[in-house]
Every structure is written in C-alpha cells, then in structure tokens.
C-alpha cells in the first residue's frame, strides 16, 4: 500500500498518484473524488430544477456530457460503461431536442431515464439509498438507452454474427 501524497493515510489507488509525479504537481485521490462528488451534485441539482423544455435539456445535456468526460473512470470497467453511454445519451439529447420535447413518448422515455440517471450517479457517488430506492443496475441503463435509441430511430445493430451461428449451427 502506497502512502497518500499530501497526508499520512494510505492512497486509495487511483490515477492521481501517477499523474502527480509526471507533471511535477500534487494530485491527491482525495481531492479528486471531492471535485467528482460536486459535480454529481451539480447534475443531481441541475435534474432536479429542470424544466420539460429545450432549455432545460440542453443544461441536463451540458452536465451529463461535462461530468461524464471529467469523472475519472479508474479502470472500472462498469463505471467507464455507463459513463460513455451518459455521454452518448447527451449527444441524443442535444441533437433530438426538439422530437424530445415534442413527441410526448419519446420525452416520457427520455426523462424517466434521465430520472434513472440521477438515481444511478447518487448511488454510485454519494451513496445514497433508502429501503424503497434501491441501485440503478448498469444493465438497465444499457437496455434504456437501446431502447431510446430505436424510438429517435438512431438504433446502433452490432455485428454478432458468431452468436448467430451459435444459435443456428
């Protein structure tokens, strides 16, 4: 275990440590999970003061796309996961805006998973649950966002076609 850069606790392992000694500054993990947690707070805030209008999508949009490139994934392969799909989903967001707003399914679907967004970063950085409101799991989010994908019509097909084989041969 390695000793914290700027205090005499053990460093929690994240990327900060390396970065400190190549750019000659000090980095601590600590303090970066500090910004991280403020700025969850500031999409959780932003959610929850939002507006069912464009203007209102594109500052849940703008948080979504600001938090989900600065938030430092740390090798987690889940957390980088939902990450790239909260990025994605803000880029549907500003370039949908108006089929959002307008069509009332399509809006539906959007805010329920930017409500199930809001659960998932508390979670997943404030720690936060009550016995009714239990985690997000990141296969949800995956399928949600399919899902909201194919209703704006910008449905991404993987090529599996050694899984197809499986299936038939």
Known sequence: MKQCIKAPNICLGRDSRELSTRCNIQLC???????????????????DYCSRDISGLLRISSKFSYGSTVINSNKDEGLAEV???????????????DKIIHDSIIGDLSFSFISELQRWFEYQF???????NFPVQRASILSDINTIEMALGVCIIEDNTDSLDDLFF
């Open 83 to 97: 990450l790239s799909v909260v990025r994605r989903f803000s880029l549907l967001i500003y370039e949908f805006q």
């Open 29 to 47: 993990c600590r303090d970066e999970i500090k910004e991280e947690k403020e700025i969850v707070q500031n999409i959780i805030d932003t959610i």
């Open 126 to 132: 404030l720690n936060t649950t009550s016995s009714t």
